[in-house]
């Protein structure tokens, strides 16, 4: 039986960089399970948004679909944005089984793609004990969005860092996490030796510029997850899990 393909639907960005970053992740993808098809739509500002995917891939003959939002944390795009697309899809392409994964997070191997790009920045396993670290994310105003980051700068906490905390490259969230900068700040006026922020976000652009102008004066800036090994295991997981759960459809779409 042919499997499904899986649809990595990405929000999009006016800045090029962001879908350079998605289709590197996806053919990273690829390149772990060869034979599977995997496709890439995009929500905004960027083709092929995920309609136009959906129509190309049942004009082709394709079947069953697992729609995989490429987000961090359930938030707005993930409560109603793509499920309101999904949904669309399957009124006027009825032949067509789309279903909704998870989205990404939290994981372990997100923490893992994080851990190597601090690595990667220079952060050594015996700097942890005198460094602070920032995890700075996007932002939202989501309340379930916001206990995520909260409870991974928890867990941080308890593998060997001086200090973690969490902050928004957006305004200040109604949970009282600062701006990146503020955060940075926050840590150096505590005596922290050194800072680290590390980005908690998949692709450049805006809001990812934003916490890099916020970590200017911080020691060390560790890169995106970008196409991260871990990020791509944890997408065929999170596509393994949504087909082996094809018996309860309901817990997989709004």
């Known amino acids: 039986m042919t499997a499904p393909v899986l649809l990595v639907i990405a929000h999009g960005s006016r800045d090029p960089r962001h879908a350079a970053t998605v289709h590197a992740l996806t053919a990273r993808v690829r390149s772990l399970r060869p034979g599977l098809r995997v496709e890439t739509g995009f929500l905004d500002f960027n083709a092929p948004s995920v309609p136009r995917v959906l129509e190309r891939l049942a004009a082709q003959g394709a079947r069953e679909v697992i729609a995989l939002p490429l987000l961090l944390t359930r938030a707005f795009h993930a ?3 793509i499920p309101a697309v999904l949904r669309a899809a399957r009124t006027g ?5 789309v279903r909704q994964a998870e989205v990404l997070g939290p994981s372990p191997l997100l923490n893992a793609a994080l851990e190597r790009r601090l690595r990667e920045a220079g952060i050594r396993p015996g700097d942890r004990s005198s460094t602070g670290l920032v995890l700075a994310s996007a932002g939202s105003t989501d309340p379930e969005a ?5 409870e991974i700068a928890r867990e941080l906490r308890h593998t060997g860092w001086c200090s973690v905390r969490p902050a928004f490259a957006s305004a200040a969230s109604p949970a009282g996490f600062p701006r990146t ?3 940075v700040r926050a840590l150096q006026a505590e005596g922290v030796r050194r800072v680290a922020v590390a980005p908690y976000v998949i692709a450049p652009g805006r809001l990812p510029d934003r916490i890099a102008e916020g970590a200017s004066g911080a020691d060390v800036l560790a890169d995106v997850l970008g196409p991260a090994p871990e990020l791509a295991r944890l997408l065929l997981a999170l596509y393994d899990g949504a087909r082996c759960a094809a018996a309860r459809p309901a817990a997989l779409t709004a």
Do not use: G, Q, T
């Open 181 to 183: 900068e503020d955060a």
């Open 146 to 150: 916001i206990a995520v980051i909260a």
């Open 79 to 81: 409560k109603s944005d």
């Open 93 to 97: 392409l009825p032949r067509l089984r």
